[in-house]
């Protein structure tokens, strides 16, 4: 029988920013329910959202001026500082659901202004995240749309620069390239989301690789519209719906492989509404997701759609899917394990409702246990299934595998082993076959929901595994589910935000919900506050003239920039080497270690400059050492100036020879005698290693030419005249320079 196989994008549906928004406008309409609630303008471009969160008494206003009393909730994209001080004034009630990427762009802009940068907005100026960050820079920053905006601007010696949260990064990188040599200082915060980039890769590669694309979102949405051209463009048949309900069955005709992909305003439930429908369409459907269905299915959309499963069930279902390819014998015990399923997750669903205690119990008595306590117990066996507990009762209780642990368990010999004592919570005393149903699971995250408050009030640092990258940031496992937002995974931008995965990190946690299972942390935090300490240490320390160890950071074509430990200084490429060189890269690479000297440091302005050559060998030195005046030496021509030519004798040292000492004839440009490149000898006429100055003459190694003959008539007419000059010209005539001579081309280069 044929399967028709669905495909989920790795990033499909709800953005954080999206997420967050409507469970702060739901818990304010369920809340308060005897104001009115009010969204400035649609909270996202989906009408099915949006209608669902009318019919929770949300109405949309395009401004303040239509809302008179109630709450106004302020969407994602943000507003001006002062729409919220007219808010204020007019004593509506605010819930500001601004999407931290975007809250972190408006702090920043109004940081630069205040300390005296002139700022940049990069962005589309009419977009209106772009015009709430344009606000709180007091209307004083700079939109610019693309990097030749810059070409009419006149650039200050302090720049700063930030940018809306949806544009690339690589046409950001791009004009932050274009200025970094232009000013004097620049400050760059990196305020750009990566979900827009990520969510486009995913659906190009999925469209790829199957027959037919369905692309859900609202027609009015533009990220969903550029998804579905970008599909198109894989010459897969590509159809953008809002709904199932708008597909025609006969483009399935035919087909094997399905893939969907969803903008970021799209709910997980229109998602699932489709492939539910392709369910029903084929009996056989084989839904594979690339997706942890977990992650997808979040409590915010089980509010505005009350009928939906919750996030187990779904679990469930795709779980059970997935195995309708097996033999009967198999299909009969699943269903029996489906059953008894069933009746955990309602026993548990009570459980989460009842107040929790403690019991201890006494080996000698069997225990007077109750559904949703919590309990210590002894594993007593382990099998493929689950594992089996004893809690002092008439019969052990049972631990499925998806109770064992809030990650996914192939194997339950990695989470527990035989005779190790286990908190447990108590499911059910008894199912429809006697079993008493226990989670590993829930006792795990009671207590890690306990630690992770305490951690926060207590503002400490944890540590944690990184378990995957998604959109936006990074998954971490602190006893539940944990999300770093890119902007704070370390202090700089981190272009490869995998390269942490299966990684432990430092973190201080910046935002607990409880009820929404939300626990946002921090890595950048803790290395602020470390670097802010060693920075401070470091600065202390250095003084003029020591020797220290640093990291180089980054490359720049005017030098290097290098960690000292929590305060960079600058290596300029003329204290790099002796000797001329085009590029830093010549000499040192980013990432390596190097020794370097404190030319100068400004603690005040926490300036600091380094030398490297100085910790090298001097040339000029050696070669003083070496070499005297009148030895002839052989080196390379390695440059032609308007006065003559530069040769280098030895590495690092170059020596001049003048356009005056490059022949005995008469020469106006050096390239008459010698090229870039030539092998030539030269003699030593000068050497100076204090001004680090090496004369050299080709002409003092050329064969002296005679002088010319004089005619008769001159020759009588000068006799003549210079007769009261006649030791002056006998010297002349036996062989004493000439005023040329003595001084070459003097006059042709005052010519």
């Known amino acids: 029988m044929k ?16 997420e967050r928004a409507i469970d702060l406008v739901l818990e304010a309409a369920s809340e308060n329910e005897d104001l009115n609630v009010y969204t400035l303008g649609p909270l996202i471009h989906n009408p099915q959202v949006v ?38 004034e007019k004593n509506l009630k605010i819930i500001d659901a601004t999407c931290p990427y975007v809250k972190n762009a408006q702090k920043y802009a109004r940081k630069l202004v205040d300390e005296g940068y002139q700022t940049f907005i990069y962005g589309d100026q009419d977009h209106p995240e772009v015009q709430g960050i344009y606000g709180a820079s007091d209307k004083k920053a700079i939109i610019i749309r693309e990097k030749e905006d810059l070409n009419s601007i006149e650039l200050k010696a302090r720049v700063g620069f930030v940018a809306q949260t949806t544009k690339s990064p690589e046409s950001f990188r791009d004009i932050i390239n274009l200025v970094i040599t232009e000013v004097k200082e620049l400050k760059v915060f990196n305020t750009i989301c990566n979900t827009t980039d990520v969510r486009q890769s995913s659906a190009k590669k999925l469209a790829e690789d199957v027959d037919i694309m369905f692309v859900i979102g609202g027609h009015n949405s ?20 809002e709904t199932a309900a708008e597909i025609n069955k006969e483009w399935l005709s035919g087909k094997n492989k399905v893939g969907i992909t969803a903008g970021a305003s799209t709910p997980d439930w229109l998602i699932r509404e489709v492939i539910q429908l392709m369910n029903e369409e084929n ?27 919750t996030v187990e069930e779904t679990e469930e279902t795709t779980e059970e ?15 029996s394990e489906e059953a008894v399923e069933s009746v955990e997750e309602e026993a548990e669903e009570d459980a989460e409702t009842e107040e929790e205690a403690e019991f201890k119990y006494s080996d000698n008595d069997i225990a007077d246990l109750s559904k949703g306590q919590k309990v210590t117990g002894t594993v007593v066996e382990i099998n493929d299934n689950g594992v089996y507990v004893d809690v002092n009762y008439k019969t052990d209780g049972f631990i499925p595998l998806r109770h064992l642990s809030h990650r996914p368990v192939e194997d339950a010999h990695d989470i527990v082993s035989m005779d ?35 951690a926060y009030e207590n503002d400490e640092i944890i540590e944690a595994e990184v378990t995957k990258e998604v959109k936006g940031g ?41 009820d929404n299972n939300n626990v946002v942390l921090s890595a950048k935090k803790v290395l602020e506050k470390e670097r802010a300490a060693e920075k401070e240490e470091t600065l202390a320390s250095l003084e003029e003239g020591q020797t220290v160890e640093g990291t180089v950071t980054k490359l720049v074509d005017f030098g290097a920039f290098i960690d000292l430990g929590g305060i960079e200084g600058l290596l300029h490429i003329s204290e790099m080497s002796w000797g001329r060189i085009e590029s830093p890269s010549e000499v040192l690479s980013e990432g390596e270690k190097v020794e370097v000297k404190v030319l100068g440091v400004n603690k005040e302005e926490e300036r600091i400059s380094l030398g490297l050559k100085q910790l090298l060998p001097d040339p000029w030195e050696e070669f003083a050492e070496k070499h005297y005046e009148g030895e002839v030496i052989e080196g390379k021509i ?80 000068s006799s003549s005249s210079s007769k009261s000059q006649s030791n002056k010209s006998d010297d002349s005539s036996s062989g004493g320079a000439t005023i040329r001579e003595i001084v070459g081309d003097i006059f042709d280069q005052g010519e």
């Open 3 to 18: 399967v028709l196989e669905v495909i989920t994008a790795e990033e499909a549906g709800f953005c954080f920013g999206v």
């Open 51 to 88: 209608k669902k969160l009318e019919a929770k008494n949300v109405k949309v206003a395009s401004s303040l001026a239509e809302i008179d009393s109630g709450i106004v909730i302020i969407r994602s994209h943000g507003v001006a500082p002062e729409i919220i001080e007219q808010a204020r």
């Open 222 to 241: 533009a990220n969903t519209t550029r998804l579905a051209e970008i599909c198109a463009a894989t010459n897969t048949p590509t159809y953008h719906i």
């Open 283 to 309: 009996k056989d459907l084989n839904v594979e997701s690339t997706e942890n269905t977990e992650e997808k299915e979040e409590q915010v959309l089980e509010e505005v759609e009350e009928t939906e499963e």
């Open 321 to 335: 899917t997935e195995k309708t390819e097996e033999t009967t014998e198999e299909k009969e015990a699943d269903n």
């Open 420 to 454: 190790e004592e286990i908190e447990v919570v108590i499911l059910t005393l008894e199912d429809d076959e006697g079993n008493m149903i226990l989670s590993k699971k829930q006792a795990d995250y009671e207590k890690a929901w306990e630690k992770i408050e305490e």
């Open 474 to 514: 990074l998954v971490v496992d602190v006893g539940v589910r944990g999300f770093i937002p890119a902007s704070h995974v370390a202090i700089g931008y981190v272009d490869d935000l995998s390269d942490y995965v299966g990684e432990k990190m430092r973190l201080k946690i910046i935002e607990v919900e409880r």
């Open 638 to 717: 390695t440059k032609l100036v308007d006065f003559g030519a530069f040769m280098e004798v030895e590495k690092g040292i170059e020596g001049l020879i003048h356009i005056s000492q490059l022949s005995h004839r008469h020469v106006k440009t050096a390239d008459e005698v010698v090229s870039v490149g030539d092998v030539r000898e030269a003699k030593i006429i000068n050497i100076d290693a204090d001004q680090e100055r090496v004369g050299l003459s080709l002409k003092e190694l050329e064969e002296k030419p005679e002088p010319k003959k004089e005619s008769s008539s001159s020759s009588q007419s």
